[in-house]
């Protein structure tokens, strides 16, 4: 098996494909937006022509969608005739923030959810609400709807919200 040259047409397609996925936990998101594709690979030999490998890496240690997200890359891919599908989970680098799209940060703003913010690596007081943008706003729990996510309240327009964590 080996790795052969990808044609920058053939490239953007497979990234256009996987632009289409989205975080089942966070559906206004794509994988491209968090920034959890690392790596894709064509890998050829004289018996396989359609033999891709995807590296991901999770944004949070143990994060249970991980799994449903490679079941959809397969399932996309497996549409686009792909034969032999390789999904690495690789953790090292650790995936961070730093990762995700600016227009990802901005959906997340727009779905009600601040985006991450290096000021406030540790979430506190003073993150911007995403409903009004106030930053009077106070920690609930450091833990939200999901362990990557912290709950916070607006005090001036009492709505509370998740906050991505910076990681």
């Known amino acids: 098996m080996r ?10 397609d497979c990234y256009a494909l996987l632009g289409t996925i989205h975080d089942p936990e966070i559906p206004v998101l794509s994988i491209l937006d968090l920034g959890i594709v690392r790596n894709i690979e064509l890998l050829h030999s004289l018996q396989d022509t359609g033999h891709i490998r995807v590296t991901i890496t999770a944004t949070y240690t143990g994060c249970p969608a991980m799994d449903t997200i490679a079941t959809l890359i397969r399932m ?10 390789e999904i690495i989970t690789a953790i090292a680098p650790a995936w961070t923030t730093d990762w995700m799209s600016e227009d990802g940060k901005e959906k997340l703003k727009r779905y009600g959810i601040a985006p991450p913010d290096k000021r406030f690596e540790i979430p506190t007081d003073g993150i911007a609400c995403p409903q009004c943008g106030s930053s009077n706003t106070r920690l609930l729990s450091e833990f ?24």
Do not use: R, V
């Open 3 to 12: 790795a052969i040259a990808i044609d920058d047409n053939e490239l953007q």
């Open 76 to 85: 996309e891919l497996l549409k686009k005739g792909y034969k032999t599908i």
């Open 144 to 167: 939200g709807s999901t362990a990557c996510k912290s709950l916070l309240q607006c005090n001036d327009c009492a709505e509370p919200f998740d906050y991505f964590k910076c990681h």
